[in-house]
């Protein structure tokens, strides 16, 4: 009975910025981890980006000095900023909520097209 519902994708020129938004609700136990992963035509689904409810992150070293993770646990929010944005990081973005002994749960994906 966990959603995930997702915004803020788009169409933005390379060198620029976006802001994407993932709000979980339902039964959400305290400690989790909530991040996003993307995935391009033809290519695995590959992590961007990840914070638990504790603060600590993990980046892809691709997104590393462009993108940053940062989540409001009372609301059980996660937010992506990206700045310099590259035409590889054109893809669908998904949100993931991970739960420890339980089931993860995925939004339905945004997608995010950078234009050169």
């Known amino acids: 009975q966990v959603q995930l519902v997702e915004s803020g994708g788009g169409l933005v020129q390379a060198g620029g910025s976006l802001r994407l938004s993932c709000a979980a609700s339902?039964?959400?136990?305290?400690?989790?981890?909530m991040g996003w992963y993307r995935q391009a035509p033809g290519k695995q689904r590959e992590l961007v980006a990840t914070?638990?409810?504790?603060?600590?992150?993990d980046y892809a070293d691709s997104v590393k000095g462009r993108f940053t993770i940062s989540r409001d646990n009372a609301k059980n929010t996660v937010y992506l900023q990206m700045n310099s944005l590259k035409p590889e990081d054109t893809a669908v973005y998904y949100c993931?909520?991970?739960?420890?002994?339980?089931?993860?749960?995925w939004g339905q994906g945004t997608q995010v097209t950078v234009s050169s």
């Open positions: 993931k909520l991970e739960f420890i002994l339980a089931h993860d749960y």
């Open positions: 339902g039964s959400i136990f305290s400690l989790n981890t």
């Open positions: 914070m638990t409810t504790g603060g600590f992150t």
